[in-house]
């Protein structure tokens, strides 16, 4: 095939060309919208590219070389590939979310010379992926990133680059022009390389089948790298006819709906799995989809059922797409009849396609029977890229892709698909090699031998299911999950089920019998509620207060018995009731309210797994640990508090408020409308208003015994029986306290580093947390942040600067903060991998409320086998609020104080079901339990503290919460 110079449409072009052409012939049609609304006509987008072709090749970046892009749905993404192209380098499209060991082995496969990432995406850092990456591939030269990180390293910024213009690549049609992702049957990746002529065949003889046109919207909403979103017909697709592509990273309904209303869009490709989240999120979501012209699905099976429902919820036409980047496509037709879209997967795109359905002799079987489908056609691949062993298996000799895909032909030549049998999983669409899974397994201490098997999932089309059979000892799943993502396996690609297995049972041949497997997972998980999660619907409303104000008036709004409102980095999250508790006793039982209770070696360890099969979807937990949890794991004799000592909701409904929106999940219908009416209501009203105080005073009682508790600790000290201790005296509130109207006046006037305000039933608190106890994100990233050494701050400049000078260099609190940070980072290397422990902000000075704090912070990533469970416990209490060593400390405790503290010093926490988890650390607070309400406060004392101005140092601290009280009115 070669490229004839000839203008119109059909004619085949370089891809390094096309964007020029579309320019020429579209130039100032949109071709491109995100999220936000931002717009880039053709002409625009083919600028961008060009400069940035011009950028990367003032950069180094040459023709035929190979640059890995892992890049999600952004302007960034398009204009990296145009550009890439147009300078002829061959783009390898990775997937957003593989993780570590994908991205090395693509990369050990492609040996790209460049890399593209996103700057800010989740909770992944990609940055410092690139770093290992750079380290560990010498021909990797350039790192572009499309943002504006702040520690940019060596990378190049995808915004910035821009040269004068590159030259012209002299592509045939035959060349490679980019390589494509394969799911994969085996341990290692296997990558496709597509060519200019049959990838430009690929999209634009697939946009006339599907009569994609100029006035057409494509929503891209699946990742773009993928040959379905990006050329079956597409991204790609769209462009080649002058119609607009609306890109977007969030594919949930409440997100991608009213983008849908927003952007009039016509064209959309689903896998099955979202395609049955969007149908069930028609029940509540009412965005105006009047515009959609054609939903297509593809990737994995349709089930006739969800094809009806689609058609019935979504109200526009439907088509099937099977295809795969190894080149075939099949597309039911527009104007076939109903029954044919809804039970086959269509037919060739191309007359020439060839299929062969074949049986396990690669005889071909009897016209409508079902067999292997092997194709061979003018643009399915004869090889893989950098393959010949694994060539000779996947490809006949005469050339025909072996699809591993078992597939029926009806009397009208349409295929359909009945299951497959290559040894992959196909989880929402998404491939994934068992072997790769199996072989992860494996190289896991006290794993003897592991299957991975796909089990049909009612969420996600097919879960991962793994049988092991262990070495010897109980395996525990939590672990073997944390184990695999330490190693840097995808996420997607982490096992959902996890059994163990005596004996494996075998086929007539010997062989494991994984289909019974499959049979023994379902039957495993029935009777379990792990396999029909609830699932939290969602809704998002555009609110004009602020966050913080907004939140204080829904907690007013709606007067529940309990709930907890935790704030975050400018977000207010209310998990609002209970749909399911886990409690631990004060014996260290774990206690779940559907009656399952657990005894684990430790109470974090019965917490993970109570919270392991917890039967919600995308949980987030809300809750709080008192003080004495902290008894159990130093086994200290507890005879002050009863129980429970941690108590933690999934709660029945959640809004997360930010800037501009509240964004709400509710797990039935009911409690959705009154959180929505609530928060109309609450938009509609003015800002809480505050009264006038109670004038609380800090000083009032306590005096002398306080300061004798001291005396007595510090001659314990001076006898060096421990280092360092807080001790903490209550003060009594004298009127019952509106406990919402003091939140919001006493935040007005601290800056914390978290704030809660929680209710349940008869207790009630609220606070501003100086530091965090420990945040634990999904991938693993461990931070704590011990702060000691403390000044007042008075509101005065001049004051507070002396006293800040003071705190810098007073030797008693250098020492003080110094032993906390060390063993701050003793404690995270229990949990964390050695190596990876930091001390990433040494001694800076904070201000919190009234105080001002000498302030560190810790780093590392969990170690092989730790969840952030682990990390919790071994950081539990924090060193701030308890002492050095611990154990002696929390001795001294309860030897001075002689009554339960509960809340205070304890955390409220929330945690994902992701992994991650954030405890805010409970100081400068006030409590209310039944009629009683109180303040509680404390020094770090140390041998040569004096009890004067601990005794100061306290009222400094209650003087974060004291003046802002306001009583109940009557
Ligand atoms: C698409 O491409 P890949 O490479 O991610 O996956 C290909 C495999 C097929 O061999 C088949 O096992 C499965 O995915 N598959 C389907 C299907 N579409 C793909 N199985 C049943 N029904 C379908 N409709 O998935 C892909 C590439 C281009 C367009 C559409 C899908």
């Given at each position: 095939?070669?490229?004839?110079?000839?203008?119109?449409?059909?004619?085949?072009?370089?891809?390094?060309?096309?964007?020029?052409?579309?320019?020429?012939?579209?130039?100032?049609?949109?071709?491109?919208?995100?999220?936000?609304?931002?717009?880039?006509?053709?002409?625009?987008?083919?600028?961008?590219?060009?400069?940035?072709?011009?950028?990367?090749?003032?950069?180094?970046?040459?023709?035929?070389?190979?640059?890995?892009?892992?890049?999600?749905?952004?302007?960034?993404?398009?204009?990296?590939?145009?550009?890439?192209?147009?300078?002829?380098?061959?783009?390898?499209?990775?997937?957003?979310?593989?993780?570590?060991?994908?991205?090395?082995?693509?990369?050990?496969?492609?040996?790209?010379?460049?890399?593209?990432?996103?700057?800010?995406?989740?909770?992944?850092?990609?940055?410092?992926?690139?770093?290992?990456?750079?380290?560990?591939?010498?021909?990797?030269?350039?790192?572009?990133?499309?943002?504006?990180?702040?520690?940019?390293?060596?990378?190049?910024?995808?915004?910035?680059?821009?040269?004068?213009?590159?030259?012209?690549?002299?592509?045939?049609?035959?060349?490679?022009?980019?390589?494509?992702?394969?799911?994969?049957?085996?341990?290692?990746?296997?990558?496709?390389?597509?060519?200019?002529?049959?990838?430009?065949?690929?999209?634009?003889?697939?946009?006339?089948?599907?009569?994609?046109?100029?006035?057409?919207?494509?929503?891209?909403?699946?990742?773009?790298?993928?040959?379905?979103?990006?050329?079956?017909?597409?991204?790609?697709?769209?462009?080649?006819?002058?119609?607009?592509?609306?890109?977007?990273?969030?594919?949930?309904?409440?997100?991608?709906?009213?983008?849908?209303?927003?952007?009039?869009?016509?064209?959309?490709?689903?896998?099955?799995?979202?395609?049955?989240?969007?149908?069930?999120?028609?029940?509540?979501?009412?965005?105006?989809?009047?515009?959609?012209?054609?939903?297509?699905?593809?990737?994995?099976?349709?089930?006739?059922?969800?094809?009806?429902?689609?058609?019935?919820?979504?109200?526009?036409?439907?088509?099937?797409?099977?295809?795969?980047?190894?080149?075939?496509?099949?597309?039911?037709?527009?104007?076939?009849?109903?029954?044919?879209?809804?039970?086959?997967?269509?037919?060739?795109?191309?007359?020439?396609?060839?299929?062969?359905?074949?049986?396990?002799?690669?005889?071909?079987?009897?016209?409508?029977?079902?067999?292997?489908?092997?194709?061979?056609?003018?643009?399915?691949?004869?090889?893989?890229?950098?393959?010949?062993?694994?060539?000779?298996?996947?490809?006949?000799?005469?050339?025909?892709?072996?699809?591993?895909?078992?597939?029926?032909?009806?009397?009208?030549?349409?295929?359909?698909?009945?299951?497959?049998?290559?040894?992959?999983?196909?989880?929402?669409?998404?491939?994934?090699?068992?072997?790769?899974?199996?072989?992860?397994?494996?190289?896991?201490?006290?794993?003897?031998?592991?299957?991975?098997?796909?089990?049909?999932?009612?969420?996600?089309?097919?879960?991962?299911?793994?049988?092991?059979?262990?070495?010897?000892?109980?395996?525990?799943?939590?672990?073997?999950?944390?184990?695999?993502?330490?190693?840097?396996?995808?996420?997607?690609?982490?096992?959902?089920?996890?059994?163990?297995?005596?004996?494996?049972?075998?086929?007539?041949?010997?062989?494991?019998?994984?289909?019974?497997?499959?049979?023994?997972?379902?039957?495993?998980?029935?009777?379990?509620?792990?396999?029909?999660?609830?699932?939290?619907?969602?809704?998002?409303?555009?609110?004009?207060?602020?966050?913080?104000?907004?939140?204080?008036?829904?907690?007013?709004?709606?007067?529940?018995?309990?709930?907890?409102?935790?704030?975050?980095?400018?977000?207010?999250?209310?998990?609002?009731?209970?749909?399911?508790?886990?409690?631990?006793?004060?014996?260290?039982?774990?206690?779940?309210?559907?009656?399952?209770?657990?005894?684990?070696?430790?109470?974090?360890?019965?917490?993970?797994?109570?919270?392991?099969?917890?039967?919600?979807?995308?949980?987030?937990?809300?809750?709080?640990?008192?003080?004495?949890?902290?008894?159990?794991?130093?086994?200290?004799?507890?005879?002050?508090?009863?129980?429970?000592?941690?108590?933690?909701?999934?709660?029945?409904?959640?809004?997360?408020?930010?800037?501009?929106?509240?964004?709400?999940?509710?797990?039935?219908?009911?409690?959705?409308?009154?959180?929505?009416?609530?928060?109309?209501?609450?938009?509609?009203?003015?800002?809480?208003?505050?009264?006038?105080?109670?004038?609380?005073?800090?000083?009032?009682?306590g005096c002398g015994q306080y300061q004798r508790l001291v005396a007595s600790a510090v001659a314990e000290m001076q006898a060096r029986l421990y280092q360092k201790v807080i001790l903490s005296r209550a003060v009594d509130v004298p009127v019952a306290m509106d406990m919402v109207a003091s939140y919001y006046a006493g935040?007005?006037?601290?800056?914390?580093?978290?704030?809660?305000?929680?209710?349940?039933?008869?207790?009630?608190?609220?606070?501003?947390?100086?530091?965090?106890?420990?945040?634990?994100?999904?991938?693993?990233?461990?931070?704590?942040?011990?702060?000691?050494?403390?000044?007042?701050?008075?509101?005065?400049?001049?004051?507070?600067?002396?006293?800040?000078?003071?705190?810098?260099?007073?030797?008693?609190?250098?020492?003080?903060?110094?032993?906390?940070?060390?063993?701050?980072?003793?404690?995270?290397?229990?949990?964390?991998?050695?190596?990876?422990?930091?001390?990433?902000?040494?001694?800076?000075?904070?201000?919190?409320?009234?105080?001002?704090?000498?302030?560190?912070?810790?780093?590392?990533?969990?170690?092989?086998?730790?969840?952030?469970?682990?990390?919790?416990?071994?950081?539990?209490?924090?060193?701030?609020?308890?002492?050095?060593?611990?154990?002696?400390?929390?001795?001294?405790?309860?030897?001075?104080?002689?009554?339960?503290?509960?809340?205070?010093?304890?955390?409220?926490?929330?945690?994902?079901?992701?992994?991650?988890?954030?405890?805010?650390?409970?100081?400068?607070?006030?409590?209310?339990?039944?009629?009683?309400?109180?303040?509680?406060?404390?020094?770090?004392?140390?041998?040569?503290?004096?009890?004067?101005?601990?005794?100061?140092?306290?009222?400094?601290?209650?003087?974060?919460?004291?003046?802002?009280?306001?009583?109940?009115?009557?």
């Amino acid at each position: 095939m070669s490229f004839p110079h000839v203008q119109n449409r059909s004619a085949s072009l370089p891809l390094g060309h096309c964007l020029t052409q579309w320019a020429r012939d579209h130039g100032a049609r949109v071709a491109l919208v995100d999220e936000s609304g931002e717009r880039l006509s053709y002409s625009a987008l083919q600028e961008r590219a060009e400069r940035l072709a011009g950028g990367l090749y003032a950069a180094g970046l040459r023709s035929g070389e190979y640059a890995m892009m892992q890049m999600p749905n952004t302007f960034g993404f398009f204009v990296a590939f145009f550009a890439l192209l147009r300078l002829g380098a061959i783009p390898v499209m990775a997937m957003p979310n593989q993780r570590e060991q994908d991205v090395d082995a693509l990369m050990a496969l492609a040996r790209p010379a460049a890399y593209f990432i996103p700057d800010d995406a989740g909770n992944h850092d990609y940055l410092a992926l690139a770093e290992r990456m750079r380290g560990r591939h010498e021909g990797l030269r350039l790192v572009v990133v499309d943002g504006a990180p702040e520690d940019r390293r060596d990378a190049l910024i995808l915004g910035n680059l821009q040269g004068p213009a590159c030259p012209w690549p002299g592509h045939g049609a035959r060349d490679t022009a980019l390589l494509l992702l394969s799911g994969g049957t085996t341990g290692t990746p296997k990558l496709i390389p597509r060519t200019h002529g049959d990838y430009f065949y690929n999209f634009s003889a697939s946009a006339e089948l599907c009569g994609f046109s100029a006035d057409m919207v494509f929503l891209a909403v699946l990742p773009a790298a993928h040959n379905f979103t990006l050329a079956s017909p597409g991204v790609l697709g769209t462009f080649q006819c002058g119609g607009t592509v609306v890109t977007t990273t969030s594919a949930s309904c409440d997100e991608a709906m009213p983008l849908i209303e927003r952007e009039r869009v016509t064209h959309v490709a689903l896998v099955p799995p979202l395609a049955k989240l969007w149908v069930e999120g028609r029940e509540w979501e009412d965005s105006d989809l009047s515009s959609l012209k054609l939903v297509q699905v593809g990737g994995a099976r349709l089930e006739a059922g969800l094809a009806r429902q689609l058609l019935d919820t979504l109200g526009c036409p439907l088509q099937q797409v099977f295809g795969m980047a190894e080149g075939l496509l099949c597309y039911t037709r527009l104007d076939d009849p109903l029954e044919t879209i809804i039970h086959t997967q269509g037919r060739p795109l191309s007359p020439e396609d060839e299929i062969r359905l074949v049986d396990e002799e690669d005889r071909e079987v009897p016209e409508g029977q079902t067999g292997q489908l092997l194709t061979r056609g003018p643009y399915t691949i004869r090889g893989y890229f950098r393959a010949p062993v694994q060539n000779t298996s996947s490809f006949t000799e005469d050339g025909f892709y072996r699809s591993g895909d078992l597939v029926r032909r009806d009397g009208n030549g349409n295929l359909v698909v009945e299951g497959r049998i290559k040894e992959q999983i196909n989880r929402c669409g998404e491939k994934i090699s068992a072997a790769e899974v199996e072989e992860a397994l494996s190289a896991l201490h006290g794993v003897h031998a592991a299957v991975a098997v796909g089990v049909p999932d009612a969420l996600l089309g097919e879960r991962i299911c793994a049988f092991i059979k262990p070495e010897g000892q109980e395996i525990d799943p939590v672990a073997i999950k944390a184990a695999l993502r330490e190693r840097g396996l995808s996420g997607y690609k982490v096992p959902d089920q996890i059994e163990t297995i005596a004996e494996w049972p075998l086929t007539a041949a010997r062989k494991i019998d994984k289909r019974r497997l499959v049979t023994i997972a379902t039957q495993r998980a029935s009777g379990e509620p792990a396999s029909t999660p609830l699932r939290y619907r969602r809704e998002s409303v555009p609110i004009q207060s602020e966050p913080f104000e907004m939140a204080v008036k829904l907690a007013r709004h709606l007067e529940a018995d309990r709930y907890v409102l935790y704030e975050r980095h400018g977000e207010w999250a209310l998990g609002v009731d209970c749909a399911m508790e886990i409690a631990v006793d004060a014996d260290g039982t774990v206690r779940r309210s559907d009656g399952k209770s657990w005894r684990a070696a430790s109470p974090g360890a019965g917490i993970e797994q109570a919270l392991a099969d917890l039967p919600f979807e995308d949980w987030r937990a809300y809750g709080r640990a008192d003080f004495e949890f902290a008894y159990l794991t130093y086994g200290i004799e507890n005879t002050v508090h009863p129980g429970p000592l941690l108590k933690i909701a999934i709660p029945r409904s959640e809004i997360r408020i930010r800037q501009g929106a509240a964004q709400l999940r509710a797990l039935d219908v009911e409690d959705m409308a009154r959180l929505t009416e609530a928060i109309h209501a609450a938009d509609g009203e003015a800002p809480p208003r505050c009264g006038t105080p109670t004038g609380m005073d800090v000083r009032s009682s306590g005096c002398g015994q306080y300061q004798r508790l001291v005396a007595s600790a510090v001659a314990e000290m001076q006898a060096r029986l421990y280092q360092k201790v807080i001790l903490s005296r209550a003060v009594d509130v004298p009127v019952a306290m509106d406990m919402v109207a003091s939140y919001y006046a006493g935040r007005r006037s601290n800056t914390p580093a978290r704030s809660f305000l929680l209710k349940d039933g008869e207790f009630q608190a609220y606070g501003f947390s100086p530091e965090i106890v420990v945040a634990v994100d999904a991938d693993g990233n461990v931070t704590t942040q011990p702060l000691a050494g403390t000044r007042a701050l008075t509101g005065s400049r001049e004051t507070d600067q002396r006293l800040r000078r003071e705190l810098e260099s007073d030797v008693k609190e250098i020492a003080e903060h110094a032993v906390s940070v060390k063993l701050a980072v003793q404690e995270m290397s229990a949990a964390c991998r050695v190596e990876s422990v930091t001390v990433d902000e040494f001694m800076t000075v904070l201000e919190r409320g009234s105080v001002q704090h000498l302030a560190s912070h810790v780093k590392g990533v969990l170690a092989a086998g730790a969840s952030a469970w682990t990390a919790f416990e071994k950081l539990f209490p924090a060193v701030t609020a308890s002492g050095i060593p611990k154990k002696e400390a929390l001795e001294s405790i309860v030897r001075h104080e002689g009554r339960k503290r509960g809340l205070y010093s304890g955390c409220v926490l929330i945690a994902d079901s992701d992994g991650a988890l954030d405890a805010a650390l409970v100081l400068r607070s006030a409590y209310r339990d039944g009629e009683r309400y109180w303040l509680q406060a404390g020094a770090g004392l140390v041998p040569h503290s004096t009890p004067e101005r601990e005794w100061e140092e306290t009222c400094e601290k209650l003087t974060s919460v004291g003046p802002y009280l306001h009583a109940v009115a009557d």
